[in-house]
């Protein structure tokens, strides 16, 4: 599995989609995250501002552009529920917004992932157009749909944990996926100004912990070291090791609050020589050491039964910025 992708630690199961026929739901794409939807149930389509609708069955995943409206529902459908009048509550914190009476017609469980780390690595931002991946290939992804079926269908102590865990490694599995099958030809590169950059990008998310150089990415894009490093930065804003170094980093603050490796551990297998230099990189960039961002998040963790907020990132968060 990618480690780098693994880095979508920010990530929440936020929503139960349920789509009577003849109904359509309408979402705004107003707040500041990306969203990700899992239809488990029904066929219908999806409608991204004024662009035409795709298709959608089960086993589908849907990322739309972000701060895009879009509806979800049926092609023929004669009437719409807007999500912000949609919504419910289940008794395990997951919100459902029901278009309809609450038949299951089309049922989409759906995630989001805060705008800190799409920033941080980028790719999401370059959507023009909904990403519509059919999954029903993948005997792992259809295993994956199905338990989250399951799971909502009689939901109950730990599902909200339970469903992102599996949203989030279904997405795992088609970024990974998609981007070595699509390579340049993927949406998600549609905004590079040179696509030989995808072959770098690529290669920094699949093996953060490789020892990367400019040399060496340069070399894989077929670019000179001067061309590259001028146009990766003007392309991301950043140098791509700096891009690099963000993204060990970021895998490295979801390693710390999702298991108990030793911080030296963690420090190499994200690709950092030592301890000291890791410590060093962590605290330059979230303003406190890896130990004590683990502490600092185990004592939210252990006193708050409620997701953080998909909006804000780690440093709003626990003030370590």
């Not at 009437?79 to 914190?93: E, I, K, S």
């Not at 490796?261 to 994200?270: D, Q, R, T």
């Not at 020589?273 to 890791?278: C, L, T």
């Not at 979230?286 to 409620?306: I, N, Q």
Request: overall charge neutral; charged content about 20%; aromatic content about 6%.
């Amino acid at each position: 599995m990618s480690p780098a992708i693994t880095g979508l630690g920010n990530y929440h199961a936020i929503a139960l989609c349920q789509i009577q026929r003849g109904w359509r739901l309408a979402k705004t794409g107003a707040a500041d995250a990306i969203y990700i939807h899992y239809v488990l149930i029904g066929k219908g389509t999806v409608a991204v501002g004024d662009q035409a609708p795709v298709p959608f069955g089960p086993n589908t995943m849907i990322i739309p552009p972000r701060h895009t409206a879009h509806t979800l529902g049926f092609p023929d459908a004669t009437r719409t529920a807007a999500a912000a009048d949609a919504m419910g509550a289940l008794p395990n914190g997951l919100i459902t917004l029901t278009a309809g009476d609450g038949s299951r017609d089309i049922l989409i469980a759906c995630g989001s992932i805060t705008a800190d780390y799409a920033d941080s690595i980028g790719l999401f931002d370059r959507l023009r157009e909904a990403l519509v991946e059919d999954l029903s290939g993948s005997d792992r992804l259809r295993h994956a749909f199905a338990f989250m079926a399951e799971e909502l269908a009689q939901p109950g102590l730990g599902t909200q944990e339970v469903t992102a865990a599996l949203m989030r490694q279904s997405l795992i599995i088609m970024l990974r996926v998609h981007l070595r099958e699509q390579g340049t030809r993927s949406p998600l590169f549609d905004a590079l100004r040179d696509p030989r950059l995808v072959r770098a990008v690529v290669a920094i998310l699949d093996a953060p912990n490789a020892a990367h150089t400019v040399d060496s990415l340069a070399a894989l894009c077929g670019m000179s070291r001067s061309v590259f490093a001028q146009t990766f930065s003007s392309t991301f804003g950043e140098g791509a090791i700096a891009f690099l170094q963000r993204v060990r980093l970021r895998l490295g603050t979801q390693l710390l609050t999702a298991s108990p490796m030793p911080v030296k551990v963690i420090a190499e297998s994200v690709g950092y020589a030592s301890r000291s230099h890791f410590s060093r990189a962590f605290k330059a960039a979230y303003g406190v050491d890896p130990s004590a961002y683990r502490a600092r998040r185990a004592k939210r963790a252990a006193t708050s039964e409620l997701p953080l907020d998909a909006t804000e990132s780690p440093g709003e968060r626990d003030g370590e910025r």
